[in-house]
């Protein structure tokens, strides 16, 4: 499962733990009982689980993602890692983040986007409408000129001999990189619940969404009795 997010982004399912009944299995574990197929009584404990956060059973579900994203939407996105720890309850643990390497490889994709947003009048983090006309081409013009002369600069550093480690920073939050991240349900939708929201950057509530989509894909039932509780 792979989805296009951005003009050049994207997010991949590359494999996943468990199922649907994975989260009832490992609650009922606690009266010695397993089930083999899904139904009502199933839905009801899920939603009781989740309604008063009895979270152990939802992350037991994994799922291991592929993602493309701008430098700034990761910067974003890592914020949903860094606070790894092991108290039961917490819905930022059960992580793990490995990125591709300026180090090794050579950067040479930006994000472009389509539409440039103005800034919000009594908002200092938000947007508010966008440029038309001739300011739409000149915020154009500007944004494409920064990504030529970056990266142009960057090549003739390395062409030079300069380490990849050290021309790579010139770059700027636009440049595209790659993370595989695997992690539990419980911790996926707290990602889409604080992303998937009116005041977070656009760019990002749109891998948000993306992320709502696959999860139905993989855990139908859940997700829309999560979505349902927390979102509806």
Known sequence: MK???????????????????????????????????????????????????????????QIQFHIKAPEFVMRQWYKHVVGIETTSNSSTKDHAWNEISGRYVEYDEFYQPEIYRKQSSDNKQASEGQFVDDEHNLANTNWRQAHAMSLTAY???????????????????TLYTEVYWTASFQSIMNFIELRDEKTSQIEIQEYARTMKDLMSDVYPEITKIWSDLYWS
């Open 3 to 61: 989805t296009k997010v951005l003009d050049k982004g994207f997010v991949e399912v590359i494999d996943s733990l468990g199922n649907d009944l994975t989260v009832v299995n490992s609650a009922r574990v606690s009266f010695g009982k397993r089930k083999e197929k899904f139904d009502k009584s199933d839905e009801k404990l899920v939603r009781y689980l989740a309604k008063y956060k009895h979270y152990s059973p939802f992350r037991h579900l």
């Open 155 to 173: 090549k003739q550093l390395i062409e030079m001999g300069m380490a990849k480690e050290q021309a790579r920073c010139i770059l700027p939050l």
